[in-house]
């Protein structure tokens, strides 16, 4: 199932401020970051190993998705996720 917005300015400005209250949050230093990027803080943070996200963040820089996913250190069970 999907929906389409037909030119409802309100309408999508609604969806929009959900998706962003909903993958975004506040961090303690007042910057909004998304959840991704509060979880990766965390792990660092916490003194753990970052290092298949840290590769797949810099295969995504020069490459496509599914490249960066294929190159990078990501556990095959998640590639399979995301694929």
């Known amino acids: 199932m999907f929906w389409l917005l037909k030119n409802?300015?309100?309408l999508s400005r609604l969806v929009n401020k959900i998706v962003?209250?909903?993958e975004s949050d506040?961090?303690?230093y007042g910057r909004y970051l998304s959840h991704?990027?509060?979880y990766y803080h965390a792990?660092?943070?916490a003194g753990e190993n970052t290092n298949c996200v840290d590769s797949f963040?810099?295969?995504i820089d020069?490459?496509?998705l599914f490249t960066a996913l294929n190159n990078s250190k990501v556990p095959q069970p998640a590639i399979d996720f995301v694929t």
């Open 8 to 10: 409802n300015g309100t």
């Open 20 to 22: 962003s209250e909903e």
């Open 26 to 28: 506040i961090e303690q």
């Open 36 to 38: 991704f990027k509060l």
């Open 43 to 45: 792990m660092k943070e």
């Open 57 to 59: 963040l810099i295969e």
């Open 62 to 64: 020069s490459s496509d």
